[in-house]
C-alpha cells in the first residue's frame, strides 16, 4: 500500500468519517448561530493515531454548505493528504502551531461579532467574573495583545501558540478569538457560551451603568462547576446534529 492510499484508507474509516461529520456539524452550527465570516476562519481536529495529522475545512465554502465529504486531511507542514479541496494558508499556519506545540486536539477560530468587539478594547478580553457565561472561563483565557497582521508564516502561527500557555481560549488583539478543546463538543460548546459571554458584557457596556462583577471566587467555583460535568455539552451537540 502507497502513502498516499494509507492516508485515504484512513480518510474513509469509520473512525475518521465520525470524525469529519462532527466537525462539518460544528462549522454549520457556527454559521447557523452567527459566528462564521464569509469563506474565512477555520476548525480543525487532531486524528487521534498521534501522528500529527488533522482534519480542517476547506477553501471557499462558507460554512452552512460544508458537509462531511468537504473535510480536508492535512499534516503539519500543511500539505494535503486526503479529499478534493485546497486548503487556505493561514488555517495551517495557526492551526498546525497550536495542534502541535500546545497538544490541542481541537482548535476553532473565529472572527463572532461581540468577542472580536472586546478584542479591540484595552482590556483585550472578557471579565470572567460578570456574567455566569462568562464565569465558565475563569481562568481559561489568555490574551495574545499584539497583533502582527495575516498569519501568512509559520512565525506568526507559533507567537499565537505560545501566546496560549495552556489557556483553552484566546483572545487576540485586534482580531478574534481561539477556543481550544479535547473534544469537539466541549470546543464548540465552550465557542458558542463564549460569545454569549461576550454579547452580554457588551450590551451591559452599552447601558452606561457602571458593571457589577462578583468576587473571583465565585467565579472560580462556577468554572469548576461546568468543567465538573460536561454531559450538558454533549447533549447540546446531539442536538445540534439533530436540528442544524
Same mark, same amino acid.
Given at each position: 500500500?502507497?502513502?498516499?492510499? &494509507?492516508?485515504? #484508507?484512513?480518510?474513509?474509516?469509520?473512525?475518521?468519517? %465520525? =470524525?469529519?461529520? +462532527?466537525?462539518?456539524? &460544528?462549522?454549520? #452550527?457556527?454559521?447557523? $448561530?452567527?459566528?462564521?465570516?464569509?469563506?474565512?476562519?477555520?476548525?480543525?481536529?487532531?486524528?487521534?493515531?498521534?501522528?500529527?495529522?488533522?482534519?480542517?475545512?476547506?477553501?471557499?465554502?462558507?460554512?452552512?454548505?460544508?458537509?462531511?465529504?468537504?473535510?480536508? !486531511? /492535512?499534516?503539519?507542514?500543511?500539505?494535503?493528504?486526503?479529499?478534493?479541496? #485546497? /486548503?487556505?494558508?493561514?488555517?495551517?499556519?495557526?492551526?498546525?502551531?497550536? $495542534? %502541535? !506545540?500546545?497538544?490541542?486536539?481541537?482548535?476553532? $477560530?473565529?472572527? !463572532?461579532?461581540?468577542?472580536?468587539?472586546?478584542?479591540?478594547?484595552?482590556?483585550?478580553?472578557? +471579565?470572567?467574573? =460578570?456574567?455566569?457565561?462568562?464565569?465558565?472561563?475563569?481562568?481559561?483565557?489568555?490574551?495574545?495583545?499584539?497583533?502582527?497582521?495575516?498569519?501568512? +508564516?509559520?512565525?506568526?502561527?507559533?507567537?499565537?501558540? %505560545?501566546?496560549?500557555?495552556?489557556?483553552?481560549?484566546?483572545?487576540?488583539?485586534?482580531?478574534? /478569538?481561539?477556543?481550544?478543546?479535547?473534544?469537539?463538543?466541549?470546543?464548540?460548546? +465552550? =465557542?458558542?457560551?463564549?460569545?454569549? &459571554?461576550?454579547? &452580554?458584557?457588551?450590551?451591559?457596556?452599552?447601558?452606561?451603568?457602571?458593571? #457589577?462583577?462578583?468576587?473571583?471566587?465565585?467565579?472560580?467555583?462556577?468554572?469548576?462547576?461546568?468543567?465538573?460535568?460536561? =454531559?450538558?455539552?454533549?447533549?447540546?451537540?446531539?442536538?445540534?446534529?439533530?436540528?442544524?
Amino acid at each position: 500500500m502507497t502513502t498516499a492510499t &494509507a492516508h485515504q #484508507a484512513d480518510f474513509d474509516s469509520a473512525e475518521v468519517l %465520525r =470524525l469529519r461529520a +462532527d466537525l462539518a456539524l &460544528a462549522l454549520r #452550527a457556527a454559521a447557523h $448561530h452567527g459566528l462564521s465570516e464569509g469563506v474565512c476562519n477555520h476548525f480543525s481536529l487532531e486524528l487521534p493515531d498521534g501522528s500529527g495529522r488533522f482534519l480542517l475545512n476547506p477553501r471557499g465554502l462558507q460554512w452552512s454548505e460544508v458537509r462531511e465529504d468537504d473535510i480536508v !486531511m /492535512v499534516d503539519g507542514s500543511g500539505k494535503r493528504l486526503a479529499g478534493r479541496h #485546497a /486548503v487556505e494558508p493561514t488555517a495551517m499556519f495557526i492551526h498546525a502551531a497550536i $495542534h %502541535r !506545540m500546545c497538544k490541542q486536539a481541537c482548535v476553532l $477560530h473565529t472572527h !463572532m461579532p461581540y468577542a472580536t468587539a472586546l478584542t479591540l478594547t484595552v482590556d483585550r478580553c472578557l +471579565d470572567t467574573t =460578570l456574567s455566569q457565561n462568562a464565569m465558565r472561563f475563569h481562568g481559561r483565557v489568555a490574551v495574545d495583545d499584539h497583533y502582527g497582521g495575516l498569519a501568512l +508564516d509559520a512565525s506568526e502561527g507559533e507567537r499565537i501558540a %505560545r501566546t496560549t500557555q495552556g489557556a483553552d481560549v484566546v483572545f487576540l488583539g485586534n482580531h478574534g /478569538v481561539v477556543v481550544c478543546g479535547e473534544r469537539i463538543a466541549y470546543a464548540y460548546d +465552550d =465557542l458558542y457560551y463564549l460569545e454569549r &459571554a461576550c454579547m &452580554a458584557q457588551v450590551l451591559a457596556g452599552s447601558t452606561g451603568r457602571p458593571l #457589577a462583577p462578583v468576587d473571583g471566587s465565585i467565579a472560580e467555583q462556577v468554572c469548576a462547576q461546568t468543567l465538573g460535568e460536561r =454531559l450538558q455539552s454533549e447533549l447540546f451537540f446531539e442536538a445540534l446534529r439533530r436540528t442544524v
